[in-house]
């Protein structure tokens, strides 16, 4: 699997599976939204070694793509793009004789849309999220800066997008977190955050348990700050989970 299509967009991926020809389940990880001036050129860049590592070390398929508007992906930022990219790559496993079963684990913004994801598709069994926020309505006070910033971080590309900064601003700071959340089977969440984490506070980790109502499996990584991909804690957490689960 060297390529997802989405909307008609090529987005590369690493796929990695144990070896041998039975079925076993698979994990779609998802990354967060890139940083800093030029950050979308290598964003999920370490992804692909954690793919490999969990299909050595936990017996799972694992897939991680790159977004549209990130690395050598076609296409530009939008959050409902992100999510279709979501949904395709789900497709591209639930639709292999080899996956048994589709689970998500997203860092940062993709565990937020691993939420999102999860609640509108059925074939998802269960994620685990890190560091997630639970709302982005403070992610863009100002559509026309906000543009701007994403054109420098590299995920908006294209002269001219979005054709309405106005409405593709709604749609960020309008996704129904909450709402996702809730429709999250019991037992089936792994909600991981930091508590020094300064970008998202660890109080939405907390207001994210509430949303969903209970029966959700909250670990805190002490003086844990927000890119948990790289404590290497969380990842023990995520493997141990995935040896839980299986």
């Known amino acids: ?28 990880l998802l990354p967060g939204f ?34 549209r508007g990130t690395g050598s992906a076609e296409g530009d930022f939008s959050i409902e793009g992100w999510l279709a990219d979501v949904h395709a790559a789900v ?35 269960g994620i685990a999220t890190f560091g997630a926020p639970e709302s982005l ?27 309405d900064p106005s409405a593709w601003a709604r749609a960020i700071v309008r996704l129904d977190v909450a709402r996702a959340a809730a429709a999250i089977p019991p037992r089936a969440w792994l909600l991981v955050h930091g508590t020094d984490d300064d970008v998202v506070p660890i109080a939405h980790a907390r207001k994210l348990e509430a949303a969903a109502g209970g029966g959700v499996e909250v670990r805190e990584v002490h003086q844990g700050a927000h890119r948990l991909r790289h404590d290497p804690r969380a990842i023990a957490m995520l493997l141990g989970w995935l040896d839980r689960i299986s």
């Open 137 to 163: 309505v403070t992610w863009v006070p100002d559509a026309t800066r906000f543009v701007e910033y994403c054109r420098r971080v590299g995920v908006v590309r294209t002269a001219g997008f979005p054709p």
């Open 91 to 125: 497709d591209a496993l639930a639709t292999r004789p080899d996956i048994g079963s589709v689970w998500l684990a997203g860092f940062r913004l993709g565990g937020t849309l691993a939420i999102v994801a999860a609640a509108d598709d059925a074939r998802v069994r």
């Open 34 to 67: 890139p940083r800093g001036t030029g950050g979308a050129a290598m964003s999920g860049h370490t992804y692909p070694p954690l793919v490999d590592r969990i299909a050595r070390e936990a017996g799972w398929a694992a897939l991680t793509f790159q977004y």
């Open 1 to 28: 699997m060297e390529d997802i299509v989405s909307d008609g967009l090529r987005l590369p991926a690493h796929f990695a599976r144990p070896p041998g020809s039975g079925r076993v389940p698979a994990l779609l």
